[in-house]
């Protein structure tokens, strides 16, 4: 990998210039993958990624129509719970927390929801409402689904994220493969885009 960017100096590539850099390795404590080695959940996830970006970017007019069995992959549901795990929120209405998960196991907890995705028998759960007091004196709500709904809809941001994308507009979009950073500025940016007229 090179350490910075190298440009073309004739157009078509042919100045022999690499494509774009993207992360490999992020999310893994085992560093680069060498010969021989065994791809980690989160790299196959960026791999995934990273096909359905250049096909988005390479192809505008491309429908994707077959996404759902993406979602309810095993490297994709995993990664999401993990990264739902690092925020460690609060149980959502039906009291299951993290730690009961792991005590539980991930791997069966994970491939029964995969299972439910898959025969399309999952159904979101209630939020559960919480107030929040303001600084004026006044309350706000805010809604906690529940775990299984937020792995879920992780999963589901990790297959969607790099096809809208894509489309967004250059000045909304951001480097890609995402930094942490940019997460909320991105989400915004699909939500405009979404609802556009």
């Known amino acids: 990998m090179a350490e ?4 073309a100096t ?11 850099q993207f992360q490999e390795g992020a999310g893994s404590s085992a560093g680069p993958m060498t010969i021989g080695d065994e791809p980690t959940n989160s790299q196959k996830v960026q791999k995934l990624q990273a096909a359905l970006h250049a096909k988005a970017k390479g192809s505008p007019s491309f429908r994707f129509y077959a996404l759902y069995d993406k979602v309810y992959r095993a490297d994709v549901l995993f990664t999401a719970f993990w990264q739902c795990r690092s925020n460690d929120g609060s149980p959502g209405v039906d009291g299951q927390t993290f730690e009961q998960i792991i005590d539980y196991g991930v ?3 994970l491939g029964e929801l995969a299972e439910e995705l898959r ?9 559960r409402r919480v107030w929040i007091p303001k600084p004026d004196g006044k309350q706000r709500p805010l809604g906690i689904p529940t775990i299984r709904d937020r792995v879920v809809q992780t999963a589901l941001l990790l297959v969607l994220e790099p096809i809208f994308e894509a489309d967004l507009p250059a000045e909304k979009r951001v480097p890609w493969p995402p930094c942490r950073r940019f997460t909320g500025w991105r989400v915004m940016g699909i939500r405009r ?4 007229t």
Do not use: D, I
């Open 4 to 7: 910075r960017f190298v440009v």
């Open 193 to 196: 885009w979404w609802t556009r």
């Open 107 to 109: 791997e069966r907890w």
């Open 10 to 20: 004739k157009p078509g590539n042919s100045g022999g210039a690499k494509g774009p």
């Open 119 to 127: 025969t399309k028998r999952y159904e979101p759960q209630a939020v």
